[in-house]
């Protein structure tokens, strides 16, 4: 059943979409492998999180669930692909993420109202 006050974030970044969403009523599942960003943004939206009006998910779309894979790190680019987040040359860390799947977070979470994708696929 469709939660009508819940909306993923799938790629939170720094977190912008997320706070409008809150600001808007709705709770926010926020998808995020970038380990920085989830630090940064469980920093700054610590109040929110404590409410139950948000919750990071600290783990990478893919296409299994629970598998640790290469996650590549360059600022709003990073990416599970490399050649995404190194686009243009551009130098990129890697780091292991736990993976997840849309349906395993729909069996955790629930079923969104509506759901942002900010993930790129292979280019």
């Not at 006050?5 to 720094?14: A, K, R, S, T």
């Not at 709770?27 to 960003?37: D, G, T």
């Not at 943004?41 to 299994?64: C, F, M």
Request: proline content about 5%.
């Amino acid at each position: 059943m469709v939660q009508r006050d819940l909306i993923y974030d799938l790629g939170m970044f720094e977190g912008q979409d997320a706070a409008f969403y809150m600001s808007k009523g709705f709770r926010v599942i926020s998808l995020e492998a970038n380990p920085e960003f989830c630090e940064r943004n469980s920093q700054k939206y610590a109040r929110e999180i404590a409410d139950g009006r948000l919750t990071i998910v600290p783990k990478a779309l893919w296409h299994e669930a629970g598998k640790c894979i290469p996650f590549h790190i360059y600022s709003g680019w990073s990416s599970v692909y490399h050649e995404v987040a190194a686009r243009e040359n551009n130098p990129t860390t890697e780091v292991q993420a736990v993976t997840t799947t849309i349906p395993a977070l729909f069996q955790e979470y629930g079923v969104p109202y509506y759901l942002k994708c900010d993930l790129v696929d292979k280019i």
